[in-house]
């Protein structure tokens, strides 16, 4: 079966979906994008993404493209037409196509709308979270504005593969004062030796994740302490579990930072519980 994407208003069999050369999404990274999970042929928690999304184009003055009840439409379309079950579904709009200018079109143009599906593999996803993924840490080099979920990801990209180069899986941004803001493409958590769980706060360095939040309402109803506030390298690489939070990887455990242990060098109970409870706090649609 071919997979189906959506470009501005038509679906596409992948192979013959293309966008124009001076979309400025491909010229500047002059875009914004989101993620949302699939299960069960569901998207997660799409309520928040499109706030998210909102906010993110707003803050980058793109006009939202359609009405968010059309959105729904189009990226429900592409999970059935993609035949997902379990999987991601990924949207991005760019400011649109015009003569290549660093500033923005004088005559505004029509944004850019795209949307694809694909499936992921439960089971392999299952197995990694059993054994827990190694992180490293990198130097913070992003701009400032991490809070919107721009398409310009060249920082995350190079931070991934240094990642990937030591046999690692994610990459955690240290700030100069050696406070860990987030994974290359996901938020940081460490547990402490009391049990209390603890993530940087959202007011500045990272992106206010759509898993983090719902996370802090799993937290809540289970009674477990939730410290938000800012970790260093050297407290994460000491604490008794870590993990990373995204759309695609929910909570995942961390077993190594910097080739040190963390705890047993296994993922964690309070990881593995939350991990495990996640969706029962989370919204379908
Ligand atoms: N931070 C960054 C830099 C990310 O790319 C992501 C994943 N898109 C996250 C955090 C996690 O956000 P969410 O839980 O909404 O997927």
Request: proline content about 5%.
């Amino acid at each position: 079966m071919s997979r189906i994407a959506y470009v501005n208003g038509f679906y596409r069999n992948m192979r013959d979906a293309c966008v124009n050369i001076e979309d400025r999404g491909y010229q500047f990274s002059d875009g914004v994008y989101e993620v949302c999970e699939i299960r069960d042929g569901r998207l997660v928690d799409m309520a928040r993404h499109m706030a998210r999304l909102q906010r993110s184009l707003s803050e980058l003055r793109i006009a939202m493209p359609m009405p968010l009840t059309s959105l729904a439409v189009v990226m429900h379309e592409v999970v059935r037409r993609n035949r997902v079950h379990y999987g991601i579904v990924y949207l991005q709009i760019t400011r649109g196509v015009a003569r290549r200018d660093h500033a923005f079109p004088a005559k505004p143009v029509q944004p850019s709308v795209v949307v694809t599906a694909r499936s992921l593999n439960l089971a392999k996803n299952q197995d990694t979270a059993a054994k827990g993924i190694k992180v490293i840490t990198v130097p913070e080099n992003r701009w400032p504005r991490v809070d919107i979920k721009s398409v310009s990801l060249l920082p995350n990209v190079l931070a991934k593969q240094a990642a990937r180069d030591e046999g690692a899986y994610e990459a955690w941004y240290v700030d100069p004062d050696g406070y860990v803001t987030e994974g290359a493409s996901s938020n940081a958590w460490i547990v402490t030796d009391q049990g209390s769980v603890v993530t940087r706060s959202a007011e500045s360095g990272i992106l206010s994740g759509i898993t983090r939040a719902v996370l802090m309402d799993v937290l809540a109803a289970l009674q477990i302490k939730l410290e938000e506030r800012p970790f260093t390298a050297a407290e994460a690489r000491q604490a008794a579990e870590a993990f990373v939070t995204s759309a695609s990887q929910i909570v995942m455990p961390v077993v190594a930072i910097d080739n040190q242990r963390i705890g047993k060098g296994e993922p964690g109970p309070i990881s593995l519980r939350l991990r495990e409870e996640f969706h029962r706090f989370s919204a379908f649609s």
